[in-house]
């Protein structure tokens, strides 16, 4: 049991370079160990979630050397094999999920198993899809919590709708139906993160993705990605902590250097825009540094397709305590679902400096004190949450300073997280 104590500050100034986007590092292994050959990856996620799926893809065959910041990873020629351990995904649901897509295709028995948080999070959504393909996959329960065990066996191709917006559903499909025989249709009704199809596509997979309505649909060919050099972009979820720092914190300006800016991924920064923030992108090629600085906020309502993953939603918490007003956050079941209820998360972080929240069915309110001068000192447990712990530790350095129990979680996603936080001087 640890905690560390954020101390509030009067002044922010300087730029921060987040780390490697987990999503992008969490693909970059897994192509890379698919792939008949050596890849290399540069400005790899340094989390203990993409460092656990690096383990795997040892576990599973693939050699994996570290030279200074660039990671190497040669997938075995023949293909991966089982590992006759359990595959340890730790904290990280994008391990899991995407792994299960990828083993259900690799002779053998595979078991995937995590800890106590990633342990109570439901598996169904990937195991369903994958049964239909043909895959030997089941877990604990009806919601099919891990431990996941799944047999390797031939898949076929499928036509499938994902019911609840999902890149990591998604992406397993896609992943399995890499050695399905015959081409795998997936359908989904709102876009989520582009980053599979756009590694795939780079790694030479045919596949086509075209827009239908809110959503798109997504067509793959089987094939074997061939070996790339990785440059992996920086971490836009991870860039929204500052940004909102920036915003609601007095006398700060703050710049966030290098973020990768797809339109699925920057959603944030219109929703600070609209609560009034001073926000300015400055694009860049495919990537922008985004310029913020104190604002005076004011509510608004947020619908989880701005968002869509909805892993901004605890920080937007705290900039809606903020904020002059109430605050509507609409349709955000999916956040029950995560490594913690962030549902409950989100609402518990804003009660903590003093606003006032309800809820109704899906959505959730947040009545803000104004301004973050007003917060109160608090203390919270985040649980096995690391975002819970990066929006706490920002609540407290723009408000009055908290305390934050068990933060090494932090480390699931970004180990650098507080050194990066206290050198905004
Ligand atoms: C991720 C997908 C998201 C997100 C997670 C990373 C991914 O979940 O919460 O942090 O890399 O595919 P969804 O599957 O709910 O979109």
Known sequence: MSHVIVEAKTSLKGSVCVPGDKSASHRAVILSALADGTSTIEGLSPGLDVHGTATIAAQLGASVAIDGSVVSITGPRDGLVASATPLDCGNSGTTIRLL?????????????????????RPMDRVAI?????????????????????????????????????????????LLAALRASG???VRESLRTR???EDMLRHSGVTLTSTPEGEGRVIHLRPGRPSPQRWRVPTDPSQAAFFAVLGLIASNATIRILDVEASPERIGFVSVLQRLGGDVVVERGDGIAT????????????IHASEIPSVDEA????????????????????????????????????????????WSDGDDF???????AAQFSSFAIDPGLDHRMVMSAAVAGTAGRGCTIENPETVSSSYPGFFHDLAQLA
């Open 100 to 120: 299960s897509g990828v083993v259900a295709s690799v002779a053998g028995r595979h078991t995937l198993v995590g800890d106590h948080s990633l342990s109570r």
């Open 129 to 173: 899809p994958l049964r239909l393909m043909g895959a030997s996959i089941g877990g604990e329960g009806e919601r099919e919590t891990p431990p996941l065990t799944i047999d390797g066996s031939n898949l076929s191709g499928i036509d499938y709708t994902v019911p609840v917006p999902s890149a990591q559903v998604k992406s397993a499909i």
């Open 183 to 185: 081409d795998t249709v």
């Open 194 to 196: 582009t980053t599979t």
């Open 290 to 301: 985004l310029h913020v600085a104190s604002s005076a906020l004011t509510a608004t309502e």
């Open 314 to 357: 605890p920080i937007l918490s705290i900039a809606a305590a903020a904020a002059t007003g109430v605050t509507a956050f609409r349709d955000m079941g999916e956040l029950r679902l995560k490594e913690s209820d962030r549902f409950a998360g989100c609402m518990l972080l804003a009660r903590s400096v003093g606003a006032t929240t």
């Open 365 to 371: 309110f947040i009545e803000g004190l104004g301004s």
